[in-house]
């Protein structure tokens, strides 16, 4: 993060450098480019050019203090001056004198801005003698005034040219209105001044006094660009100010062309990798902010440190599994109760994996998953603690009876959908795998490892995922291939599918092993539904099978080529697998021949999600 964030710098600091270099080289711009980019202002009757700009005239054709709005529905112009909107009334472009009237003196005289008028000095001056008259008002209503008036809010007022009133009244303005318009008489009546505002008053622009870089034209399609000043009325570009560059204010192409265009690339250059390290730190500080928001809504989650850790597990001196992400060790808490604490593996990248996993157990509370009771997360050193489970994972326990192996199957199920359909959030596992499943003492089965999660909102059916997770042997097809549907909660049943028919031997785990990683039939064998077709039980499951073992041994199989088929749509919910599980025989039907190829080849590089395991203990 330090490194990226010093190379943005140093970019950045390049690129200040280099624009500084070439912040006085002329402008190329085609003759076509800079006739758009500075084409006459035109609203009603007014059309202009330098130095407004407004409108279709981009900014740089323009003073910036000097912007016209074109007010469509009556086609007249506004330009804004001290905080006051004007309605320009009429432009001469020769003389560069306007006619001004304050939109707000347009209507009623009490609905007015109450607030002094005072025009800019540094860019206009006055045609003609003006005289400031005082608006005057909340007076007190016991006293007489000449010429007084009378608003809802503002009460009472007067206009006067003196401050008479001054005392005797709260709050005044003044306005500026020519000489000519003035009476002779101490105070004008309210209905007077209106009609004197409504005509306005002419200004003069004072364009020899503008700061910056102005040019000279006779047809008034000149402005100010970033470097220089644009004719683009002619061949040529003028400018009046001091350039290196320039002979007579006129550009003379003493650089070659290949140069200004190298430049021009370079500078695009760096804005683009500026703009990239800045949206790359940022995104990396809003994902650590994401972190920071997951973890700190596990208050009620026991959080230990490092050194706490290393006691638990009595300095990591019992390992009870490995797996591709940490190492699970044996430890005792201080109440004496047994657990397993996975450390993983040291990482400086965006530990998504552990938020996942620590995110997930948290909001899960059943029987058939796995019990989160703390977690570590001390810079680059996290773990997590969770309940122990004597005996071990189910890949340790596949011989065992039909039976109980049906009560691990069918415990599972529920597991899954209580995280499709029981949390508050949606919890999509992406590794059901026998490794994954741990048993209590009662060979109950709790669904574990949630490295691999992601929470999603019920109501969103597909998921976006931007690599390959999970375990070769047991990854939905669409995880390889969009063509075969979009991932999504389906992923699991998938997953499941192939679990429960390597349970009840329907999947030769050594034939899988043996065959070639290229040859799809080692993943999706044919005979296993040849041999159901066939009720070859022997092959299948053996011989010595009660009736009711039989009977859950073929349920088993009908669920899990169910829950194998190609197309996440023909796949049934978890709650409909688990209504299967529960159900009688005779109300399965066969399922569709799932399809007996791979929808791609596997590259194991390309994405490290991907793992084959066997471990002692699941690494959770």
């Not at 909107?85 to 020769?94: A, P, T």
């Not at 440190?305 to 290393?310: A, G």
């Not at 709650?575 to 194991?604: A, C, F, R, T, Y």
Request: aromatic letters at 10%; hydrophobic letters at 35%; one cysteine or more.
């Amino acid at each position: 993060m330090d490194s990226l964030s010093s190379m943005g710098f140093q970019t950045a600091s390049f690129f200040l450098i280099l624009l500084f270099l070439f912040y006085h080289l002329p402008c190329v711009p085609s003759q076509q480019e800079r006739s758009r980019l500075c084409k006459p202002f035109q609203c009603g009757d007014i059309t202009v050019g330098f130095p407004f700009w407004g409108e279709n005239r981009q900014s740089d054709c323009g003073h910036f203090s000097l912007k016209l709005n074109c007010n469509k529905p009556s086609n007249t112009t506004s330009l804004t001056i001290s905080g006051h909107n004007y309605s320009v009334l009429h432009i001469d472009n020769k003389s560069n004198i306007l006619s001004l009237s304050r939109q707000d003196f347009s209507g009623p005289f009490c609905s007015a801005s109450f607030s002094s008028t005072p025009l800019r000095s540094d860019l206009f001056q006055n045609l003609q003698p003006y005289r400031n008259l005082t608006v005057f008002y909340m007076c007190d209503p016991r006293r007489h005034f000449f010429g007084n008036f009378t608003c809802p809010v503002k009460g009472l007022g007067s206009v006067v040219q003196n401050s008479t009133y001054r005392k005797l009244c709260d709050k005044s303005f003044s306005v500026t209105v020519p000489t000519s318009y003035v009476p002779e008489e101490e105070a004008l009546n309210l209905t007077h001044l209106e009609s004197v505002l409504r005509k306005g008053l002419e200004v003069k622009l004072k364009i020899s006094e503008m700061s910056g870089q102005e040019c000279v034209t006779t047809d008034g399609n000149s402005g100010f660009t970033r470097f220089c000043c644009t004719n683009v009325s002619g061949p040529e570009i003028s400018c009046l100010t001091s350039i290196t560059t320039m002979n007579n204010g006129t550009y003379s192409d003493n650089r070659p062309f290949l140069v200004t265009i190298g430049t021009v690339l370079g500078s695009i250059l760096c804005v683009c990798v500026v703009l990239f390290l800045a949206f790359y730190l940022n995104e990396r500080r809003i994902a650590k902010a994401a972190r920071i928001q997951h973890l700190e809504a596990l208050g009620t989650l026991r959080g230990y440190n490092y050194k706490q850790i290393k006691k638990i597990t009595k300095s990591f001196t019992e390992v009870v599994g490995r797996g591709g992400f940490g190492t699970v060790y044996r430890g005792r808490l201080r109440d004496g109760r047994k657990v397993a604490v996975k450390v993983l593996k040291d990482s400086k990248g965006n530990c998504e994996d552990f938020i996942n996993e620590v995110a997930s157990m948290s909001q899960t509370s059943h029987v058939n998953i796995v019990t989160l009771l703390g977690f570590c997360y001390e810079g680059s050193k996290r773990a997590i603690i969770y309940e122990f489970l004597e005996n071990g994972s189910l890949d340790q326990s596949l011989n065992l009876d039909v039976s109980t192996l049906y009560g691990i199957a069918l415990g599972v199920a529920r597991g899954l959908e209580y995280l499709h359909y029981g949390c508050k959030t949606r919890i999509v596992h992406f590794d059901i795998k026998p490794q994954n499943v741990l048993l209590d003492e009662n060979l109950r089965p709790k669904v574990a490892d949630f490295g691999l999660a992601k929470l999603c909102e019920k109501q969103e059916s597909i998921l976006s995922l931007l690599d390959t997770r999970g375990t070769i042997g047991y990854i939905a097809p669409e995880l390889f291939s969009r063509m075969y549907g979009s991932v999504s909660h389906k992923s699991d049943v998938y997953s499941y599918g192939m679990l429960v028919l390597e349970m009840i031997g329907a999947r030769n785990k050594e034939r899988v092993q043996n065959a070639d990683p290229n040859n799809s039939s080692a993943y999706f064998p044919d005979w296993i539904y040849k041999d159901l077709e066939n009720f070859d039980n022997t092959r299948l499951l053996g011989d010595g099978l009660t009736r009711e073992e039989e009977k859950n041994a073929k349920k088993m199989i009908l669920v899990g080529l169910w829950c194998i088929q190609f197309r996440p749509s023909d796949r049934p919910s978890m709650n409909k697998v688990v209504e299967m599980m529960e159900g009688s025989l005779d109300s399965l039907d066969p399922p569709p021949k799932p399809l007996l190829h791979m929808p791609m080849q596997i590259n194991n590089a390309e994405s490290s999600q991907l793992s084959v395991e066997s471990s002692i203990y699941s690494e959770v």
